[in-house]
Every structure is written in C-alpha cells, then in structure tokens.
C-alpha cells in the first residue's frame, strides 16, 4: 500500500531534550515536507526537500532541523525542543515538487 | 509576499443544499493551487489542484473549483453536500518565486453539513 508513515504518533517529552520524528514514504517521492498545524494557524511548511541532500527553508524553519540521506526518509529533528513547539506535525510527499501531496497520519508532540 | 486565504473559519450548509468554500491568494507567477480536506484525527487528504487549463477542476468526491485569475480566487464547489462531507477544508498555493518549492496553507475552513 502507497502511504507516508510517521513514528511516533504520539511523544510527550520536557525542554531542552533532543528528540527525532521519523517519516518514510514508499512511493518513491522526489519531494517531501515537513508542515505543523496549529489552531487558527492552519498548516504552516518547516522544510522541504527536493531531493536527496537537497533541503530547503518553508516558513517556520526555526528550531527545527531536517535531513534527506535517503529518499524514502526525511527526519525531523528537534535538538532543544521548547513549549512553543507543542503541535501536530505531518510529513508529506509529492512525485515532484509541484504535485499533489501525500500526508503521513501525523504526530502529535507536547513539550512540557 | 506569496498568501493564501479563507475568510470564514466555518461554513454551515443543510445537507442536499450546494457548499461553497471560498479561497483567494496572491503569489507571483503562475499559481499551483489545491485543495485539501482533513476529517477528524486524520491526516490531509488530496481533493483537486489546479496548474493550469481549464478554470473549472474536478476532483475526489463530487468537489470541484473554479480557478478566477481576475479575483485571484480559487472556491471550492459541490452541487449536493452531505453529512459525510463535514471536515476541514484547507487551501493550498506553491510559491511562485523561481527556484523555490515552497507551499503556503490557509488556515482552514470547517464545513458543518447539517441532516
């Protein structure tokens, strides 16, 4: 089954501590993303990808961190996560960057 | 600056009666526009995008969207909404600037279809 999986689904963790969200897709996307959604906000890109080793800024960069050694997987990686990161994260993919997107089921992350 | 927006955070319609959900954006260039819906403790879903072609797009569900380059608006459409059509409704646009992939989101419209 085509799909974009995310792990974990659910963290809880407290400042300062570095943590990773995982996302792999097995459609062999050329492009992949990185967005959070917050209430009243909508979803707001962090990173992209284009390519593998190819990453680039969205609109919400800071305190995130991103890489693409692969192109099935592209990490999201929170090295001092703060409270105001608290959010639902997705990961997507798109054949090229100029398809439709295909979204992982999301991972909710609260920092205390 | 490239935006997107949706002006009404909810939409309520009575089921069987025609949904529209409005969405206008400025970016430059070319626009790259599409919709999403989002069902509850669900991840987002694909609808209909528009590239370029005809301004009337059709997608997934019976939703459709008439693409307005004048208004620079891009409303998303259905004849007959029903109940399992109730979600959230997010707008999409690609950044225009050369060499740039980005995508910028609305902040969403919820649809309420009422029996």
């Known amino acids: 089954e085509a799909q974009v999986t995310q792990n974990p689904r659910y963290l809880i963790t407290v400042t300062g501590k570095k943590l990773t969200v995982t996302c792999s897709q097995n459609m062999n996307h050329e492009y992949m993303s990185w967005y959070r959604q917050d209430p009243g906000l909508g979803l707001r890109q962090i990173y992209y990808s284009m390519n593998v080793e190819v990453t680039d800024k969205g609109d919400v960069p800071e305190g995130y961190k991103v890489s693409r050694k692969e192109k099935r997987n592209f990490p999201l990686i929170l090295e001092s996560p703060s409270p105001n990161q608290t959010s639902l994260y997705f990961c997507?993919?798109?054949?090229?960057?100029?398809?439709?997107?295909?979204f992982g089921p999301g991972t909710r992350l609260t920092v205390l | 600056a490239q935006s997107v927006a949706q002006p009404e955070d909810q939409v309520n319609v009575a089921e069987g009666n025609p949904l529209t959900v409005k969405c206008t954006y400025s970016v430059s260039g070319n626009p790259y526009l599409f919709w999403y819906v989002q069902y509850p403790n669900r991840g987002l879903q694909f609808l209909l995008k528009y590239i370029t072609g005809d301004n009337l797009v059709k997608g997934s569900y019976g939703f459709e969207a008439e693409f307005n380059k004048s208004q620079t608006s891009f409303h998303l459409k259905k004849p007959s909404a029903l109940v399992s059509d109730s979600a959230l409704y997010f707008c999409a646009v690609r950044d225009g600037t050369s060499g740039t992939y980005k995508y910028i989101f609305g902040t969403g419209t919820r649809l309420k279809v009422l029996a």
């Open positions: 997507a993919s798109s054949l090229w960057g100029y398809n439709e997107q295909f």
